[in-house]
């Protein structure tokens, strides 16, 4: 398995430039000292953030949070307490203005809550990882939380479908070795409101066996797109295509794994980068909002990478890499996807805090809409996006895992970019931002001690 890497620890052994971030229309310094945190003065979007008394989470005025479930404190239908290390997440609608969260718990082996592994419910009893399922009142109250799989390893991002289930990502690549009872580094999928359709966990094979970060579903073609968070080499970009007559739906994804052949359907490809004829090796090496790469897909010939990881199977020259490929999302006709940072001493071209990129499947191009610029001052500044969602108020949300307090960073649609929250209780990054169908809702995770939150406000008024 190749060990991710956070910014946080990467910086502490790392020099670093010079500061800023730049958006497709805008060039914005967003750095803030320490002693100024409370006074922060958003550049746009809700205004400054508000000290919050207890502690925990400031928002702007006008805003509130309360928590959801917490790790170790909450406790599962089954009995057990809300398992560690929530990531990424999304909302799902239900009966009466309710809905319901699915979960990631990005879980290995040391955690303290471990996901239960329930009869029916659990691919490995070796593994700890899984997701939850929280059901809601329309107000965002909780009403029950249950598991909806377990026996998953390190369940990091994700994303939704089309047809309203969870894809859950295994950032590992882990073989039936030790305590573990069957192979690791799968895509599964999860439903919400539907346990009986969870049961006899299927790994969807044909997605790849690698350290697996977010994916993001084109609901014309059903052509997924998945992030790979993984170093020597980096990561790569890929392709899912359907079969021929495929059709997505609820169990479509599940009976073509278990068809004939199933573990190799479809096609999966490593996107390949070219600006003219020039190939482009890592995406780094792009600095200015706006640059944009014509894309190639390269086919991945072992997908199941039982002896070679899929990213050493294809050479610098026939696609394009990235370090620390992370969060994905659909939107606005096309595939967003995050370099969550890049420095020269781990390979990479060039340096950034944070790269967002937006594939056309139309014109097949890759455009570079956000760059981070390195913050010579990690304690106190800005980078490291991980998960990214459009947002249903306009342009993006992005949360943070870097050094020192981290933030939901909001850009807009014009490319100007704003703070939303700040974690004040501890360093641990934000993960998993979803509203709920009415736009009413922002739920988010804090990753540790294990928060999830329900934030509410006038987001009408930016």
Known sequence: MSTPVSRRSFLRHSTAGGLGIALAGSIEAIAETGTARAATRALHGY???????????????GFSYKVVAEAGVTLLDSGQPTPSDPDGMAWFAGRGGGGALVCNHEIILEEPYAVPTL???????????G????????GGDRVREYVSLAGTLNNCAG??????SWLT?????????????????????????????????VPLKFFGRYAHEAVAVDPLTYAVYLTEDAVSPHGLYYRWLPPQGFRGGTGALRALALSPGGDTAGRLQAMSCYEGRRHVADLSEATRPGTTYQVRWVDVPDRDARTTSIRRQLTD???TRAHKLEGAYWGEGGAYFVSSFARTSDGSTREHDGQV??????????????????????????GGPDNIMVSPHGGLILAEDGEGYNHLVGVTRDGVPYLLARHEASESEFAGPTFSGDGSILFANIYSPGHVLAITGPWQRT
């Open 47 to 61: 205004g400054p953030l508000v000290p919050d008394p207890a502690g925990l989470l400031s928002l702007p005025s």
């Open 119 to 129: 009869p029916r419910l659990t691919y490995d009893p070796g593994a700890r990882g």
């Open 131 to 138: 997701t939850t399922t929280i059901e809601l009142t329309a």
């Open 159 to 164: 994303g939704r479908t089309p047809w309203n």
């Open 169 to 201: 990502c295994e950032e590992a690549e882990y073989l039936a070795t030790g305590p573990f009872q069957k192979d690791h580094g799968y895509v599964f999928e999860v439903y919400a409101f539907d346990n009986e359709a969870n049961l006899d966990p």
């Open 317 to 319: 020259d026939q696609v």
């Open 357 to 382: 990129w937006f594939y056309d499947p139309r014109a097949r191009t890759a455009t570079l809409k956000t760059i981070f610029g390195v913050n010579p001052d990690p304690a106190s500044g800005y």
